[in-house]
């Protein structure tokens, strides 16, 4: 008998979160040793924005300076105006085009999210774009795409190849439940069920399954984690 399972790994969940408990409180208890000042800290991300293919320069590449949007030109313009005289510490765009925001924090990054979740709607009402959003203190990077999940600890910001495939794979994907299941591989009606079932989860937000198919003639489950 063959069946096909769809539930959350509560171990690997809880793993998760642990981990990032502890990585922001190692960050945290750093970052208070040190007491960098916010500039200090933006100097610092500037240096990982450079590393992954940003021009950044929170002194110089400053709207007030008249760095502007350039064809060809991958910019982490610092301090740009959103409504309301508020300011993003950095919008990040590919040629013309606003990809994503970054709000700095001389400590905790986690406390930027109210703020930068502001910014964020700011930037959809005046530009009509809908940007990812990052906020860090340089040691702990959170990536957030608002409506479609929580934010996300992360490595550090993304380069601008990954947030254009990122931007491509949001307009251009298509909803899992309208994807035909390949009735070659699974024709049961309760492998088609699981299979819709781990489609909803992953919309909802979801980011692991596990699909268990037992063996019919060892009597085995065989389990792949998606």
Do not use: C
């Amino acid at each position: 008998m063959t069946k096909i399972a769809n539930f959350t790994n509560p171990a690997h969940t809880a793993q998760t979160i642990q981990q990032q408990q502890e990585t922001r409180q190692r960050a945290q208890t750093f970052a208070a040793a040190i007491a960098l000042t916010e500039h200090e800290v933006r100097r610092l991300i500037d240096q990982q924005l450079q590393a992954v293919g940003w021009e950044a320069d929170t002194d110089n590449l400053h709207y007030s300076k008249g760095t502007r949007p350039t064809v060809g030109r991958n910019i982490a313009i610092a301090e740009y105006p959103l409504g309301g005289n508020r300011r993003a510490d950095y919008a990040l765009f590919v040629g013309t085009k606003l990809l994503a925001v970054l709000e700095a924090k001389a400590e905790d990054a986690a406390q930027a999210q109210t703020q930068t979740s502001v910014y964020v709607k700011d930037i959809a009402g005046t530009y009509n774009v809908f940007p990812f959003a990052f906020f860090s203190d340089y040691y702990t990077t959170y990536f957030w795409e608002m409506g479609t999940g929580n934010k996300r600890l992360v490595s550090g910001v993304f380069g601008p190849d990954d947030l254009e495939r990122l931007d491509h794979i949001r307009q251009y994907q298509s909803p899992l439940a309208s994807v035909k299941s390949n009735l070659k591989i699974a024709d049961r009606t309760y492998q088609l069920e699981a299979i819709q079932r781990i489609g909803e989860s992953f919309e909802a937000g979801q980011r692991r399954a596990l699909l268990v198919d037992w063996l019919q003639a060892l009597g085995k489950p065989e389990q792949r984690w998606l």
